[in-house]
């Protein structure tokens, strides 16, 4: 068991240390943006959409995860085999059953995302919940659940919101009419200034080209191995592998296209999806399933 508290107490550690590095690297980018064109807008732009992403992320990040996905609160009623399988598991797991939500779509796929094991949410596609038996959905839960334990969902919600903030910025930047050179106020700076000037726009254009790569370099670092682990971890709660083990063969199948997924919280699914995009699949925050596959069929 001391991996696992070990594991727990890491995410938080990076959680904290994610959030005090994306809040300097915002700030940063954006004191370097206003030094490169000579505009006062950029940093305190920066400042104020650091500390507000900085807050929203760790307070309302579940919250802003669930409608950028078009997710919608499930009810026991109509989604009784969902409810179960989530209340029984989370008794097992010795946590607050999360609240529940669907996406509908007929793709196969599932998410988990909150704070906390006592802020947390689960959602599922329609069309999971519709091509899984009740075993494989135990299975997806249990990982699910496994990431809200080891606050995995903390750590993955906090990068997904804060790299959003990244790019809002960066468009923001783009799009701006500050980002333009006039040559007939040149005159009034120094050619020490200029030469310095000149040194940080070449720097500023890097960082408009280059933080969204870097941005999500960061966030698949993190996620693949945080797979494996609650691949682990739902085989340890249900006490089976073949429950998920088909229900990931049958998600690896699946090509139906998933129009709601948002690409900032791709990391979060229990599979990439966009899947089908070679360029996703190439910097995808998701191991191959067929490894996952693979180490779960020699436990």
């Not at 954006?30 to 732009?45: A, H, K, R």
């Not at 006592?118 to 959905?137: D, K, M, V, Y």
């Not at 200029?194 to 933080?211: T, V």
Request: one cysteine or more; proline letters at 4%.
């Amino acid at each position: 068991m001391a991996s696992f508290y070990q594991a727990v107490a890491d995410n938080k550690r990076r959680s904290f240390f994610i959030i005090v590095l994306f809040v300097c690297f915002i700030s940063a980018t954006g004191y370097i943006l206003s030094y490169s064109f000579d505009s006062q807008v950029f940093l305190p732009l920066a400042l104020t959409y650091s500390a507000i992403s900085a807050f929203s992320s760790y307070f309302l990040g579940d919250k802003i995860v669930l409608s950028l996905n078009q997710a919608v609160a499930a009810d026991k009623k109509n989604f009784f085999e969902f409810y179960t399988v989530t209340e029984n598991l989370a008794k097992a797991a010795a946590i607050p059953m999360p609240k529940i939500y669907v996406i509908d779509s007929p793709a196969m796929n599932a998410f988990a995302t909150g704070r906390s094991p006592q802020h947390a949410s689960i959602c599922a596609t329609t069309g999971l919940l519709r091509e899984l038996n009740r075993t494989e959905l135990e299975g997806v839960i249990g990982h699910e659940l496994s990431h809200i334990k080891n606050y995995d969902t903390l750590l993955m919600t906090v990068v997904s919101v804060l790299i959003g903030t990244i790019s809002a910025l960066i468009n923001f930047t783009n799009r701006s009419s500050f980002i333009s050179y006039k040559d007939d106020d040149d005159d009034k700076y120094s050619p020490h200034h200029r030469q310095h000037q000149g040194l940080f726009q070449i720097l500023g254009i890097f960082l408009l080209i280059f933080a969204p790569l870097i941005s999500r370099l960061i966030q698949l670092a993190i996620s693949r191995r945080r797979e494996f682990f609650a691949d682990a971890s739902s085989v340890s709660l249900t006490r089976q592998p073949s429950g998920l083990i088909g229900a990931l063969q049958k998600i690896d199948s699946d090509s139906t296209p998933f129009l709601q997924a948002s690409k900032a919280t791709d990391s979060l699914y229990i599979n990439n999806p966009f899947k089908g995009q070679k360029l996703a699949n190439l910097f995808s925050t998701h191991p191959p399933i067929s490894d996952r596959i693979a180490a779960l069929k020699k436990m």
